[in-house]
């Protein structure tokens, strides 16, 4: 039987969505991810009335366009994989926006709960730097996309690659309870990419009292939800893998607690 916290990728529709995940699917409130893939010369057009959007180009070209501001040519690289930053675009709530390929692309749509009346936004590719987290085995290559640093209501957005053998979300941490100054509580969505294709990969997602606990094997494209709980990844030798993730819950700020049975890694000399 298949986890209900896993949700798998399909044929592309009439639209090009090959996957979607929204708050009423997911069972919560906050985080709805979509993934839309476009050939060469198709639109994908777009509104939340309520919800703010990240479009996130992660491989190929596209031309964006919010409420009839042009951000020109976005995105460009090969694949997830590339060494370099995606294309990425923010838009407010209630502002329509349009995406038109311009090579073969893959796109991300990350909403949350917003407010209308913000300005759309090219993000940079520099304000999106790769930076490189843990050591070891534990090491894997970051790169914030919409950081709590970033204007926005609601969202939380970043990507990681994982070299096959390594670990990633870990020590296992969580973000599902609010405590003021110690921890925030926010929903999460892993998108999963791997390379090769053929590989997959193992999340683990489970509480305290274990009255959540499964182990999940990933293939190339699915999404892993997170309602609540600790999350690490570990991808296999010879396998690397991506996630991008989206966050979002009542208050737009990442503070997670380690697993106490596992936080003596991080204390290690």
Same mark, same amino acid.
């Given at each position: ?21 929204t =708050? ?7 985080? &709805? ?22 479009? @996130? %180009? ?13 951000f020109?040519? @976005? ?13 990425? @675009? ?41 930076? *490189?987290?843990?050591?070891g085995?534990?090491?894997?290559? %970051? ?10 209501? &609601?969202?939380?957005?970043?990507? %990681? ?9 870990? =020590? ?16 999460? *969505? ?14 683990? !997602? ?33 396998y ?5 993730? !989206?966050?979002? &819950? ?19 000399a």
């Open positions: 039987m298949m986890s209900k916290l896993l949700v798998r990728s399909h044929a592309p529709d009439a639209s090009g969505s090959v996957l979607e995940v =708050p009423a699917s997911a069972g919560w409130t906050h985080v &709805g991810f979509q993934v839309v893939k476009l050939a060469a010369g198709d639109t994908f057009d777009g509104s939340e009335p309520n919800r703010e959007t990240c479009v @996130v %180009v992660m491989s190929g070209t596209a031309e964006v366009s919010a409420e009839g501001v042009s020109g040519k @976005v995105g460009g690289r090969a694949s997830v994989f590339e060494d370099r930053a995606p294309g990425a @675009v923010y838009v407010p709530a209630a502002t329509p926006y349009v995406v038109t390929a311009v090579t073969d692309v893959e796109l991300a749509l990350c909403t949350a709960p917003g407010k209308p009346g913000g300005e759309a936004r090219l993000i940079a590719e520099g304000d999106m730097p790769r930076e *490189t987290r843990g050591q085995t534990n090491t894997r290559l %970051v790169r914030n996309i919409l950081p709590e640093t970033a204007p926005a209501d &609601g969202l939380l957005v970043v990507e %990681v690659i994982t070299p096959g053998g390594h670990w990633s979300s870990y =020590p296992p941490h969580k973000h599902d309870t609010a405590a003021e100054g110690e921890e925030t509580a926010l929903e999460e *969505t892993y998108y999963h990419r791997l390379n090769p294709p053929q590989g997959f990969a193992f999340q683990r !997602v489970y509480t305290d009292d274990r009255s959540l606990d499964e182990t999940v094997c990933v293939q190339d494209g699915d999404v892993v939800m997170v309602p609540r709980g600790y999350h690490p990844v570990g991808a296999p030798h010879g690397d893998l991506y996630y991008l993730n !989206v966050m979002a &819950g009542p208050h737009r700020k990442w503070i997670f607690r380690n697993d106490p049975a596992h936080d003596w890694i991080m204390r290690k």
